[in-house]
């Protein structure tokens, strides 16, 4: 069972990079024709929808496999796109005409090459200010249910709403970018092959169309083939013996990491409260308890994914730390060693005081870099339907200082 899986995975890989040849011709030409393939790993249904595949949908569910345990399956996901919303939504995302001022897009702070994240403590919006946390990756956030640190979004639709229309991010209003789009005759054209419905029925680009093609295109940021996943899969010498000793820190009752950064997408979807440090000199961030209006979550924040994580530094919703040792001697440190006095938090019974020795941190630190697979890193578009350019000059300018 296992050989035809990969049998297939390969097929839809190939295929699909014949499919990036022909669309490099076609931007050269600046026609901005969508794609009609689905991303690799993904195949294309008789609906025309991608639907995923990968090795783990054959494993049995997560329950009762014990702790970390390699061979589990995935959460429910998000796909079912066609190729052009998928298309469209990797332009969109480019783009910085979706932003207020044409100044910034969304890969401004989730920069393909900095793990769709960017290298700041906190990201830079359009006034040039910090925003309030530190931009999370978007790898594998198809089977994320629940978005931001503080969990206030619970749809890739309504999380899009947040950044675009934030005065500190992309600044814009739902009219304003409705207009600039409707504007716009390559967009114009672009929507109409990937929601063909609507047009047929006399109508145009609706902001609900945006959202689905954003989401679209980030449900296609799939990361499964890290050496880890060969080794999960049976392939023992993916990795290295030090590796595999990690990988058992990790994962033992003592360090306990595995109960919250669960595999296969080391995250269990959770919230929870760890009292990580705030940047200095920075108010407490409460985190979820304003998004369920409940005092025991003070301080509690999403369980970000570990998949890809040497690439997206600094860690934590505050980017307090700048490399992975830090982390793992956050956790350390002992329960509670950051929460400030006065603070009653109720921490996570799995926070506690492992008393790893530094070999062992160092481990953890090695196994962790075996989470990385960019192999299905979409390609960045020459150029975008806005003529705007695609490297962002006014974000790199102030990322420099
Ligand atoms: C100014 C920088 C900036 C821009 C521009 C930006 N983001 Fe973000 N993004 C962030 C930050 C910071 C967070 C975390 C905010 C929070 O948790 O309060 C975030 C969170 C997210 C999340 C949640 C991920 C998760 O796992 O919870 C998604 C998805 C996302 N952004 C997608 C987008 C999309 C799509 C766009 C463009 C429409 C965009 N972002 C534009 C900085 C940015
Ligand atoms: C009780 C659940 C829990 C346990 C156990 C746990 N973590 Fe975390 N981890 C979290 C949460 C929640 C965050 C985000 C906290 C924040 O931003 O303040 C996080 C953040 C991280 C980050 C930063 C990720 C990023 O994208 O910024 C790393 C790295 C990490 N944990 C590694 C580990 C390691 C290694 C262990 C074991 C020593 C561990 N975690 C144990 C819940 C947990």
């Known amino acids: 069972m296992f050989v035809c899986c990969f049998f297939i995975i390969n ?3 190939n295929s699909y990079a014949q499919g990036v040849d022909i669309m490099s011709a076609e931007e050269a030409q600046s026609t901005f024709k969508l794609s009609e393939r689905c991303p690799p790993s993904f195949e294309l249904t008789a609906d025309g929808v991608c639907l995923l595949l ?3 949908q054959f494993y049995s569910s997560v329950q009762n496999k014990g702790l970390g345990g390699t061979r589990t399956n995935l959460p429910p996901h998000r796909d079912g796109f066609t190729p052009a919303q998928i298309d469209l939504g990797r332009y969109l995302f480019f783009d910085p005409l979706l932003s207020k001022d044409g100044s910034i897009s969304c890969a401004s ?6 793990g769709f994240s960017d290298d700041l403590d906190r990201s830079i919006g359009i006034t040039g200010e910090k925003v309030g946390r530190s931009a999370p990756t978007l790898w594998n956030v198809a089977f994320v249910d629940k978005f931001f640190w503080d969990v206030r979004a619970t749809t890739l639709e309504e999380q899009a709403q947040g950044p675009l229309f934030d005065a500190l991010e992309m600044g814009n209003t739902p009219e304003n970018l409705l207009a600039t789009l409707l504007s716009n005759q390559h967009y114009v054209e672009m929507f109409s092959q990937a929601f063909p419905n609507v047009f047929e029925q006399g109508g145009t680009i609706e902001l609900s169309q945006v959202y689905t093609a ?3 295109f980030q ?3 799939i990361s499964l083939n890290s050496r880890y996943d060969r080794y999960a899969h049976g392939y023992h010498e993916a990795l290295t013996e030090r590796e595999i000793a990690g990988l058992n820190v990790f994962r033992s009752f003592v360090a306990r990491c595995a109960e919250c950064h669960q595999p296969p997408l ?3 979807n959770e919230i929870a409260v760890i009292g990580t440090p705030e940047p200095e000199g920075r108010a407490l961030d409460i985190g979820a308890e304003k998004t369920y209006d409940a005092p025991k979550l003070r301080g509690a924040f999403k369980v970000p994914t570990l998949r890809n994580i040497t690439k997206s530094a600094p860690y934590m919703h505050s980017g307090r730390y700048d490399n992975l040792l830090d982390t793992v001697k956050f956790y350390n440190d002992g329960r509670g060693n950051s929460v400030p006095e006065g603070e009653d938090m109720l921490l996570h019974w799995h926070i506690s005081e492992p008393n790893l020795t530094d070999e062992e941190m160092d481990l953890i630190v090695e196994f962790m870099g075996t ?3 960019e192999s299905l890193t979409p390609q960045i578009p020459s150029s975008v339907p806005s003529g705007l350019s695609v490297v962002d000059d006014k974000f790199q300018a102030l ?3």
């Open 214 to 216: 954003l989401t679209a």
């Open 11 to 13: 097929l839809s890989a």
């Open 371 to 373: 989470l990385t697979d």
């Open 54 to 56: 990968t090795q783990y």
């Open 266 to 268: 080391f995250t269990n």
């Open 109 to 114: 702070c989730h920069q393909p090459d900095k």
């Open 219 to 221: 449900a296609s940021l």
């Open 399 to 401: 990322n420099d200082k």
